[in-house]
């Protein structure tokens, strides 16, 4: 899936942004690892999914929110075991389930203390679904939009350093990716939960 136009939005953002902004703007940039689950149908075994991803966002202190970007992606694979009284073998993939995204969106963070950062955001993703069944020659893969809700809270050391570390949860929803197996649209929808740790200024 292609994804450079991530870099060029963020460049023309900062072209647009005046001087005066930029002096006063702010952000985050974390770092996400959690777990997901699709539909039972197509993914089967593979509905549940480890995540991973970065989410960057910015703007000013005069702005209400912030402009947010990120680049996310999730797998599961299930093998092929046979197995003898205690001795199990296990060989190659049979199934695996992959999602690939490239999101952009906006977030309003609130500051009701010195660290505790509640947040809410939402905006569209490029989402590119993949599913490999060997049993029974399914191949497919399909790249489509979605809108994706999200909100958690994450904890902020104190202002008095220049770059303050993160850590916290986020809940996530995606609605409106699918796949087409056979002709048949098939949700590739999902929600998740995942921590996030990484840098504010």
């Known amino acids: ?28 940039v ?11 149908e197509p993914w089967g075994e593979v509905d549940d999914q480890w995540a991973w991803g970065v989410q960057a966002d910015f703007g000013s202190g005069r702005w209400p929110v912030h402009v947010q970007v990120g ?23 049979e199934l695996k389930g992959t999602l690939q995204e490239a999101s952009l969106g906006v977030v309003k963070i609130w500051s009701p203390g010195e660290r505790v950062r509640p947040f809410l955001g939402a905006g569209g993703e490029v989402v590119n679904a993949e599913l490999k069944d060997r049993r029974t ?39 409106g990716a699918h796949l087409k197996i056979d002709g048949a649209e098939e949700s590739a929808d999902y929600y998740q939960l995942a921590y996030l740790i990484g840098v504010g200024w």
Request: with cysteine.
């Open 71 to 93: 680049l996310h992606a999730s797998e599961r694979e299930k093998r092929r075991t046979s197995c003898f009284v205690w001795f199990c073998d296990v060989g190659g993939v």
């Open 1 to 28: 899936m292609r994804t450079r136009w991530v870099p060029a939005i963020l460049l023309g953002f900062a072209a647009l942004a005046p001087a005066e902004a930029l002096a006063q703007a702010e952000g985050n």
């Open 137 to 175: 020659g399914v191949d497919h893969e399909e790249t489509s939009a979605a809108a994706y809700a999200a909100g958690g809270v994450f904890w902020q050391t104190p202002k008095s350093a220049r770059v303050r570390l993160n850590s916290g949860v986020e809940a996530k929803i995606v609605l």
């Open 30 to 40: 974390n770092v996400q690892i959690g777990l997901r689950t699709l539909d039972r």
